[in-house]
C-alpha cells in the first residue's frame, strides 16, 4: 500500500448509487456538455490566465470554479465559520469524496493543489496543471516522503495556500472516511504554517441532513465518464463546503496530533449552522452577509 495513496473500501456498486429523482437523458446530456465545455475552456486558459497579476487570476478562478459545478447541474451551498484570511501559507485540508471537490475548494480557497507526479507525464493536462502552480508529489514511494514535505513547506513558507486532501483515496462520505495522513501537516509545521480545515458533503434535495448522495462519489475503479454521467442524471443534487475555523500549527503537539485536530473538525458530524455565517456559492458565493434557507 502506498504512504500517499491509500486504499479505501468504498465502491462503485457499493457506495455511488443515486436514490432520488432523476433527469430525462436529454436534459442530463445538455448538462454534460456544458460542464464539459466550461472545463475545458478553464484548462485552455490556463496560460493567458498566468500572465495576470495574483488578485485578478485569483478572482478569475473562483469565478470558474464556482460556475463548474452549477453547469453539472449541481447546487452549491458554502458555509464560512472563520471568512478572514490568516496571514502567512495556509494548508487547506479537506474530505475527498468526488472529483467535484476540487472546484468546490478552489471556489472558496483558491491555492496551489497537491498532485501526484504521474499527472506531470499526461499529455495537456499535465503542462497545464504546471502552469497551474500545481505541486507534483511522488507518492509511490516512501524514501520520497522527505522530499515531498519540504516541497510543500517551500511553497507554504512563500505564502502560498496548499490544498491537500490528507485521506489520499477518495471516500463515499457515508462512513467516518479515512485517516488523514500526517505528512502534509509536518509541512505546515516546519513552515509555521495555519491549517484551514474544509468539510465536504453531498445530499440530495430531499435528503439535506440525511444520508449523503452516492451520485456524487467517485470511487474505487468507477470510470470518469460513468461519474460525470451519473451527476447530471442526479436531479436535486447539493454540495455542502463548510469552512471552519484555522488551527495554528505550532508544532506542540506533533504532526499526528494536528492530523488527528483537523480531521476531527472536518469529519464532524456537528451541525455547522450553530456557529457559521452562510452563503450561497453557486453564482454568489462567498457574501457572508446572505443566508440560506432549506
Not at 436529454?26 to 475545458?40: D, E, F, K, N, Y
Not at 498566468?50 to 488578485?55: P, S, V
Not at 436531479?235 to 505550532?250: S, Y
Not at 496530533?257 to 457559521?276: D, F, I, K
Request: charged share 20%; proline share 9%.
Amino acid at each position: 500500500m502506498s504512504v500517499w495513496l491509500p486504499v479505501a473500501p468504498c465502491t462503485p456498486a457499493g457506495c455511488a448509487r443515486h436514490a432520488g429523482a432523476v433527469r430525462a437523458p436529454l436534459p442530463a446530456a445538455l448538462l454534460l456538455l456544458s460542464g464539459c465545455t466550461l472545463v475545458l475552456l478553464g484548462v485552455a486558459c490556463v496560460p493567458l490566465v498566468r500572465l495576470l497579476g495574483a488578485a485578478p487570476r485569483r478572482r478569475l478562478i473562483r469565478r470558474w470554479a464556482r460556475a463548474v459545478p452549477r453547469a453539472f447541474g449541481v447546487h452549491v451551498v458554502v458555509r464560512q465559520q472563520a471568512p478572514d484570511p490568516v496571514p502567512g501559507g495556509e494548508l487547506v485540508v479537506a474530505n475527498h469524496i468526488s472529483w467535484l471537490d476540487i472546484p468546490l475548494v478552489a471556489a472558496v480557497l483558491p491555492g496551489r493543489m497537491v498532485a501526484k507526479s504521474e499527472i506531470r507525464r499526461w499529455p495537456l493536462l499535465g503542462p497545464l496543471a504546471a502552469l497551474g502552480g500545481t505541486l507534483f508529489i511522488d507518492r509511490d514511494r516512501l524514501r520520497a516522503l522527505p522530499a515531498a514535505v519540504r516541497t510543500i513547506a517551500t511553497a507554504l513558507r512563500s505564502g502560498s495556500r496548499v490544498v491537500v486532501f490528507p485521506e489520499g483515496s477518495t471516500w463515499c462520505g457515508r462512513g467516518r472516511g479515512g485517516a488523514f495522513r500526517p505528512a502534509a501537516f509536518q509541512a505546515a509545521i516546519d513552515a509555521g504554517a495555519t491549517v484551514r480545515p474544509v468539510r465536504i458533503a453531498y445530499r440530495t434535495a430531499a435528503h439535506h441532513r440525511g444520508p449523503a448522495a452516492g451520485a456524487a462519489a467517485f470511487v474505487g475503479s468507477d470510470p470518469l465518464a460513468v461519474s460525470l454521467w451519473r451527476v447530471v442524471r442526479a436531479a436535486g443534487l447539493t454540495a455542502h463546503i463548510d469552512v471552519l475555523a484555522p488551527i495554528p500549527a505550532d508544532g506542540k503537539d506533533g504532526r499526528r496530533a494536528l492530523a488527528g485536530r483537523a480531521r476531527t473538525a472536518v469529519l464532524s458530524t456537528e451541525n455547522p449552522r450553530r456557529s457559521c455565517q452562510t452563503a450561497v456559492a453557486s453564482d454568489r458565493a462567498n457574501r457572508p452577509a446572505e443566508s440560506v434557507h432549506h
